[in-house]
């Protein structure tokens, strides 16, 4: 999946726009780390791509068809995103992570089971974990990586991370790092990550890009 912003600009309230002419073309299997001050507009920027907003000038492409041309439900089931503050509801640990499979969009995937389940929670160090504790409970941090796991599967072809790591301590910044550029490199999952933080790989070299007013540079 090719990703192209062309000239794309977002306006609040007939504000000055908090950024314009953004330009870039994402090819698949790319990863992308997009870094700026606060309230530059980066986690605006993956909402445009999700269609979670709406530019107010310029467009987006997807494999060079205008993104409003696709289904909405359909876009966000192939553009994977986690949030910075982690969307949990109030249920077992289980529920969460099954919830993408309750959705049509979902009804080709092979719903995982337990064991697969409580595999993931350990590889993000997560095995005191129960798949029966109320999510709620769970710390940020743990909340982040739990998101990070229910997104990632329903096998998105990009996937949108805004400050996945902001709430982790360093051992598990380093699990969540390391598995982020295992799934590029390995299922050649396109990976666009917002960070005002430094971002370890060790097999790959990032395109990274500072997003300001007018543009990326």
């Known amino acids: 999946m090719k990703l192209q912003l062309q000239n794309l600009s977002l306006q609040y309230n007939n504000k000055a726009s ?94 995982p089971n337990d064991t697969v389940l409580q595999e993931k929670l350990t590889a993000y160090l997560l095995k005191d974990i129960s798949l029966d504790d109320r999510a709620l409970e769970l710390s940020v941090g743990q909340k982040q990586r739990l998101a990070l796991i229910r997104t990632l599967l329903v096998n998105p072809e990009i996937l949108l991370c805004d400050e996945p790591t902001s709430a982790l301590d360093p051992e598990s910044r380093t699990i969540v790092e390391r598995e982020l550029e295992h799934i590029n490199q390995t299922a050649q999952v396109t990976i666009i990550l917002v960070t005002h933080i430094d971002f370890s790989t060790q097999e790959i070299t990032p395109k990274t890009y500072t997003l300001t007013p007018n543009g990326l540079t």
Do not use: C, H, M
Request: no cysteine.
């Open 18 to 111: 908090l950024f314009q002419n953004v330009n870039l073309t994402i090819e698949s299997g790319d990863f992308v780390i997009i870094k700026g001050p606060s309230g530059s507009g980066k986690s605006s920027l993956l909402r445009l791509i999700n269609r979670l907003q709406e530019p107010t000038g310029g467009t987006l492409l997807i494999d060079d068809k205008t993104l409003t041309d696709y289904d909405v439900t359909q876009i966000r089931r192939r553009i994977g995103y986690v949030q910075q503050t982690p969307v949990v509801f109030d249920d077992t640990v289980r529920n969460n992570l099954l919830l993408p499979f309750t959705y049509k969009t979902a009804s080709e995937i092979t719903k």
